[in-house]
């Protein structure tokens, strides 16, 4: 499901210049694709009035949008201080030992990713993380692997 | 700054326009809003920088113009150092450029900017005239302290026809970025990434697609961004400029070539605000290689038993008179030549050849002048000021690029009517008015409201349409500028190389005063006009024609007529750089020198003479026009006369071709209508041969509107062939949306297009057909 023209129309209508609402659009398309996909370039840039080159600088920019097709699971752990003294980093190494996808890779066939983020602002259920970008924790390491391999329940 | 950023309309209790300051312990007054920068260049003391440059709007990126600065607004807190080029002098200002903390300050930003810089000074090509050295031995700490791993960047980064980015160069001042951004409105450089991985590089990492890349070479402070043509070719202690202006198209931009040894390696810009604004496009100035080119013609050529062999100049001038002498002789072209050589070429017709059937008009283009129109003429940098610009039917970015650039500026605060079959106004916002060539005169008669409101008005053609356009944009009453078809086509008109004018716009008939310059009795008839003289040695009423640096089977909208007359005239001299279509159904070919190998003077799109200078020596064999036609005229026993006849103190006007060069009729369904347009790396001229142009070439483009194109199954790069007047031509499908539905768009002066006719049809190349023919 691409972009949705209306709502990001509406989007574009709300700041004084188009240029403003590029990081919205590029979001809105992102949820509904999963990724930002070179069309969404092309169509957001014809939207606002720009090149598709400017659009490019600004996506590059930004480490948030994904630039691939996202894996099917998504596992996000937090690695600031909280969640690193509770054993992230450890979580982590496990995942790489057993599976040998490490933090910013994802595993071959697509089928699930690994990354770290800084503070989620959950230091409460350290080590947290999000799973396919939901809130959760804490995060134990037979837990993390079993769902990473799609065994024991994948979150809605 | 010499201009005054406060004039126009006054408030009524406005500052003072001037503010006092001390720089270095001087004290001194510049305008309000002087860039400390500036102040400090214009003062002669030393400032280093790279983000900031004269052209371009301030930054503050790159942070080694600091300076110190103490006085009122900055009192409490003592003195300061700040960056030069976004700091404006106040009133009282203390501006210190070798104090201490500056120095400091200065040092620790050049040994930040040399942390990931790879130091490969000896192998880059800036070397010699790099900032970053330049700057770094002035002001710089001499050492590093920096002992981690330097980031690796992309090393010699492939950016299309011309350019090569070294990133790790990059210092990321963002001179290209801006210049792109600020001037072009093209962006075809950005910023990518963050931070210390943050690099330049094209949008999606495609190839340069602008027709002004190469001015980035010169903007980068740098060695980041370089060309292919200049890459490892020179250092620049061992090169010897030569200042000269670019023949390229009727603009004539200034610049210096760069000779090593015997040899062109680069051209770079020199800045003439009036003309060209400091910028250069691609064609221009990586436009030389044809200089050097394998098929330049080296010798003079003599049809003997039906093939051209070679011969020696006194054989070939000899066979040229007596050829040119035996009956009734026209002269084709002259809007290559230098002004000198134009009249020279002009008198030896009418004394030498003894007639008025002279033409330079071997194009599409009418004339030269708005005075041989009646009209009043503009100057470029009425542009800045315009407040409204009708764009008739004419490309300013492939007819005269660096114009685009000041009309795209124009853009942003004026009113641009981009008016005809075909969009050329691409980067900036215009009105749009789209319509079919026969319309034009009526849709420009209709702009007359809108041109009485205006305060500042202006019109750009390129002269192609007949008497009624032309009547059109008369009755618009706005100054003209007329961007011209060849690069010397004013300088041709001036010398009177049409057939019903004569040298300083005198008419033919009453030319009293060119007769006492030149000493001798003219021919009083008006002659042919280039149609008149096709159809003439067509039908076999000339017996000789002169096609001087001309290739009329490329260049001339009837090419069907074209070849008839080359093919019926008895006796055809061609004067030219290569051996052309033309060229080869000569029976002498006179091998002549290029515009950057000789010199004299060239007139441009206003009519400004310019200085150019011979550069190079050119093939030894060849030889400049100037001295064929002054040997020529020998041969015909006339002495060139030294001296320029006086300009006519009222300009006789000059006679429009009826069909003005343009086909009539649009076409729908299966039929299309036809339109030859200028494109920038088309033609035969010298781009044609010209080695560093070839990969941006055009030929055979068929551009099309994508509406209907679906049904003719002609998708984009689809190989297709044109039907019409008989003939077929084979082109790729270029979809544009910029061009009016029921029209197909080819390149003029590209070969073939004119032998099809007002109407073609488009088909598609069946794929087996394709393969077959590779």
Same mark, same amino acid.
């Not at chain 2, 605060?413 to 009517?417: E, F, G, S």
């Not at chain 2, 000789?544 to 001309?550: H, P, Q, R």
């Given at each position: 499901?691409p972009?949705?023209?209306?709502?990001?129309r509406?989007?574009v209508?709300?700041?004084p210049?188009p240029?403003?609402?590029?990081l919205?659009?590029l979001w809105?398309?992102?949820?509904?694709?999963?990724?930002?996909?070179p069309?969404?370039?092309?169509t957001?840039?014809?939207?606002?009035?720009?090149t598709?080159?400017?659009?490019?600088?600004?996506?590059?920019?930004y480490s948030?949008y994904?630039?691939?097709?996202p894996?099917?699971?998504?596992?996000?752990?937090?690695?600031s201080?909280?969640?690193a003294?509770?054993?992230a980093?450890e979580?982590l190494?496990?995942v790489?030992?057993?599976?040998?996808?490490?933090?910013?890779?994802?595993?071959?066939?697509?089928?699930f990713?690994?990354?770290?983020?800084?503070c989620?602002?959950?230091?409460?259920?350290?080590p947290?993380?999000?799973?396919?970008?939901?809130?959760?924790?804490?995060?134990d390491?037979?837990?993390?692997?079993?769902?990473?391999?799609?065994?024991?329940?994948d979150?809605? | 700054?010499?201009s005054?950023?406060s004039?126009?309309?006054? *408030?009524?209790?406005?500052?003072p326009?001037?503010v006092?300051?001390?720089?270095?312990?001087?004290p001194?007054?510049?305008?309000? !809003?002087?860039?400390?920068?500036?102040?400090v /260049?214009?003062v002669?003391?030393p400032?280093p920088?790279y983000c900031y440059?004269? /052209?371009?709007e301030?930054?503050?990126a790159?942070?080694v113009?600091m300076?110190?600065v103490?006085?009122?607004?900055?009192?409490?807190?003592?003195?300061i150092v700040?960056?030069?080029?976004?700091?404006p +002098?106040?009133?009282?200002l203390?501006?210190?450029t070798m104090?201490?903390?500056?120095k400091?300050?200065?040092q620790?930003?050049?040994?930040?900017?040399?942390?990931n810089h790879?130091?490969?000074?000896?192998?880059?090509?800036?070397?010699?005239?790099?900032d970053?050295?330049?700057?770094t031995l002035?002001?710089g700490?001499?050492k590093?302290q920096f002992?981690?791993q330097?980031i690796l960047?992309?090393?010699a980064?492939d950016?299309?026809?011309?350019l090569?980015?070294?990133?790790?160069?990059?210092?990321l001042?963002q001179?290209?970025?801006?210049?792109?951004?600020?001037?072009l409105?093209?962006?075809n450089?950005v910023?990518?990434e963050?931070?210390?991985?943050t690099?330049?590089?094209?949008?999606?990492?495609e190839p340069?697609?602008?027709y002004?890349?190469g001015?980035?070479?010169?903007?980068?402070?740098?060695? @980041? $961004?370089?060309?292919?043509t200049?890459?490892?070719?020179? &250092?620049?202690?061992?090169?010897?400029?030569?200042?000269?202006?670019?023949q390229?198209?009727s603009?004539?931009c200034?610049?210096? +070539?760069?000779?090593?040894g015997?040899?062109?390696v &680069?051209l770079?810009?020199?800045?003439?605000q009036?003309?060209?604004?400091?910028w250069?496009?691609d064609?221009g100035?990586?436009?030389?290689?044809?200089t050097?080119?394998?098929?330049?013609?080296?010798t003079?050529?003599?049809?003997?038993? !039906?093939?051209?062999?070679?011969a020696t100049?006194e054989?070939?001038?000899s066979?040229?008179?007596?050829?040119?002498?035996?009956g009734p002789?026209?002269v084709l !072209?002259?809007g290559?030549l230098?002004?000198?050589?134009s009249l020279?070429?002009s008198q030896?017709?009418?004394?030498? $050849?003894r007639?008025n059937d002279?033409?330079w008009?071997?194009?599409?283009?009418?004339? =030269?002048a708005? =005075?041989?129109?009646?009209?009043?003429?503009a100057a470029i940098?009425? #542009?800045?000021?315009?407040?409204?610009?009708?764009?008739?039917?004419?490309s300013?970015?492939e007819?005269?690029?660096?114009?685009?650039?000041r009309?795209?500026?124009?853009a942003r605060?004026?009113?641009?009517?981009d008016?005809?079959?075909?969009r050329?106004?691409r980067?900036?916002?215009? &009105?749009?008015?789209?319509?079919?060539?026969?319309?034009?005169a009526?849709?420009?008669?209709?702009?007359a409201?809108e041109?009485? *409101?205006a305060q500042?008005?202006?019109?750009i053609?390129?002269g192609?349409g007949?008497?009624?356009l032309?009547?059109a944009?008369?009755?618009l009453? =706005?100054?003209?500028?007329v961007?011209?078809?060849?690069?010397?086509?004013r300088?041709?008109?001036?010398?009177g190389? =049409?057939?019903?004018?004569?040298?300083?716009y005198?008419?033919v008939?009453a030319?009293a005063? +060119?007769?006492?310059?030149w000493?001798?009795?003219?021919?009083?008839?008006?002659g042919?006009d280039?149609?008149?003289i096709l159809n003439a040695?067509?039908?076999g009423?000339?017996q000789?024609?002169?096609?001087?640096?001309?290739n009329p #089977?490329?260049?001339?909208?009837?090419?069907?007529?074209a070849?008839?007359?080359?093919?019926?005239?008895?006796?055809?001299?061609v004067?030219?750089?290569f051996?052309?279509?033309?060229?080869?159904r000569a029976?002498?070919?006179?091998?002549?020198?290029?515009a950057?190998?000789?010199?004299?003077?060239?007139?441009?799109l206003?009519g400004?003479s310019?200085?150019?200078a011979?550069a190079?020596?050119?093939?030894?064999?060849?030889l400049?026009?100037?001295?064929?036609?002054?040997?020529l005229?020998a041969a015909?026993n006339?002495? #060139?006369a030294d001296?320029?006849?006086?300009?006519?103190?009222?300009?006789?006007?000059?006679?429009?071709?009826?069909a !003005?060069?343009?086909r009539?009729g649009?076409g729908?369904?299966?039929?299309l209508?036809l339109?030859? &347009?200028?494109?920038l790396?088309?033609?035969?001229g010298? @781009?044609a041969?010209?080695?560093?142009?070839?990969?941006?070439h055009?030929?055979?483009?068929?551009r099309l509107n994508?509406e209907g194109?679906?049904?003719l199954?002609?998708?984009e790069g689809?190989? +297709?062939h044109?039907?019409?007047a008989?003939?077929t031509v084979r082109?790729?499908?270029?979809l544009?949306?910029?061009?009016?539905?029921?029209w197909?768009?080819l390149a003029?002066?590209?070969?073939?297009?004119?032998?099809l006719?007002p /109407?073609?049809?488009?088909?598609?190349v069946p794929?087996a057909?394709?393969?077959a023919?590779?």
């Open positions: 499901m972009l949705d023209l209306e709502t990001a509406a989007a209508a709300r700041y210049s240029r403003s609402a590029l919205t659009l809105q398309a992102q949820e509904a694709d999963g990724w930002v996909t069309q969404t370039v092309e957001v840039a014809e939207l606002l009035g720009l598709a080159s400017d659009v490019e600088s600004v996506l590059s920019f948030m994904r630039r691939t097709p894996a099917t699971r998504r596992l996000q752990v937090c690695r201080l909280a969640c003294m509770k054993g980093e979580i190494e496990h790489r030992a057993e599976t040998g996808v490490g933090p910013g890779e994802t595993a071959p066939d697509g089928s990713s690994v990354e770290v983020v800084e989620l602002a959950a230091c409460d259920h350290a947290s993380c999000l799973w396919n970008e939901r809130m959760e924790g804490p995060l390491k037979q837990g993390a692997l079993a769902r990473l391999r799609g065994q024991g329940g979150p809605a | 700054m010499s005054n950023p004039a126009g309309p006054q *408030a009524p209790a406005a500052p326009s001037t006092s300051c001390t720089i270095d312990g001087k001194y007054t510049f305008p309000r !809003g002087t860039l400390i920068v500036d102040a /260049r214009q002669g003391r400032i920088y440059h004269p /052209r371009l301030p930054v503050g790159c942070r113009c300076v110190q103490e006085g009122p607004p900055v009192a409490t807190r003592g003195p700040t960056t030069g080029c976004t700091t +002098v106040f009133e009282g203390k501006i210190e104090s201490d903390p500056a400091l300050a200065r620790q930003v050049l040994e930040f900017l040399l942390i790879p130091l490969d000074c000896p192998v880059c090509d800036k070397g010699g005239e790099c970053l050295q330049d700057f002035a002001y700490p001499g590093s002992a981690e330097k960047r992309h090393k980064e950016l299309g026809p011309f090569v980015l070294d990133q790790e160069r990059c210092i001042c001179r290209c970025v801006r210049y792109e951004n600020e001037v409105h093209e962006q450089l910023l990518k963050r931070g210390d991985r690099v330049i590089d094209t949008g999606a990492g340069y697609a602008g002004f890349s001015n980035n070479t010169e903007l980068c402070p740098v060695g @980041a $961004l370089t060309s292919h200049y890459r490892f070719k020179a &250092r620049p202690w061992d090169v010897r400029p030569v200042p000269s202006v670019c390229g198209c603009l004539g200034n610049l210096t +070539v760069n000779l090593r015997p040899k062109i &680069r770079l810009w020199r800045e003439n009036a003309v060209d604004a400091g250069l496009c064609r100035r990586y436009g030389f290689g044809h050097l080119a394998e098929q330049r013609l080296a003079p050529l003599v049809r003997r038993d !039906g093939e051209l062999r070679a100049w054989e070939a001038l066979a040229a008179a007596a050829g040119l002498t035996a002789a026209a !072209g002259g290559r230098t002004d000198e050589e020279a070429l030896l017709a009418r004394l030498g $050849l007639t002279v033409d008009r071997v194009g599409y283009q009418g004339f =030269a708005p =005075a041989a129109i009646g009209l009043s003429e940098t009425d #542009l800045d000021r315009s407040d409204l610009v009708l764009l008739l039917d004419t300013p970015l007819e005269a690029p660096v114009l685009d650039i009309l795209r500026r124009t605060r004026a009113t641009v009517i008016l005809g079959p075909v050329n106004l980067h900036a916002a215009s &009105r749009r008015v789209a319509c079919a060539p026969d319309e034009l009526r849709r420009v008669a209709e702009l409201p041109f009485a *409101a500042s008005p202006l019109v053609w390129n192609r007949g008497p009624a032309a009547e944009v008369a009755a009453g =706005a100054p003209l500028l961007v011209g078809e060849f690069a010397n086509a300088g041709a008109e001036a010398a190389l =049409a057939p019903d004018l004569l040298p300083g005198h008419a008939g030319g005063e +060119v007769a006492a310059v000493g001798a009795e003219l021919p009083r008839e008006p042919r280039a149609a008149g040695a067509a039908s009423d000339l000789a024609l002169y096609v001087v640096g001309a #089977l490329r260049s001339f909208p009837d090419g069907e007529l070849d008839r007359a080359l093919d019926a005239v008895p006796f055809l001299v004067q030219d750089l051996l052309t279509e033309t060229a080869q029976d002498v070919v006179l091998p002549a020198l290029g950057l190998e000789k010199a004299g003077h060239t007139s441009n206003v400004q310019q200085p150019v011979r190079v020596a050119g093939p030894a064999g060849a400049a026009d100037g001295m064929i036609l002054r040997r005229a015909l006339v002495t #060139l001296q320029a006849p006086p300009e006519a103190e009222t300009p006789a006007r000059v006679r429009l071709p009826e !003005g060069g343009e009539p649009g729908s369904g299966e039929e209508g339109l030859l &347009r200028p494109r790396f088309a033609g035969g010298t @781009a041969f010209d080695p560093n142009l070839e990969p941006v055009v030929a055979g483009e068929v994508p194109t679906d049904r199954g002609l998708q689809a190989a +297709v044109l039907h019409g008989g003939t082109g790729t499908v270029r544009d949306a910029g061009v009016l539905p029921g197909v768009v003029a002066h590209d070969f073939g297009g004119n032998r006719g /109407r073609v049809r488009v088909t598609a794929a057909a394709g393969v023919a590779r």
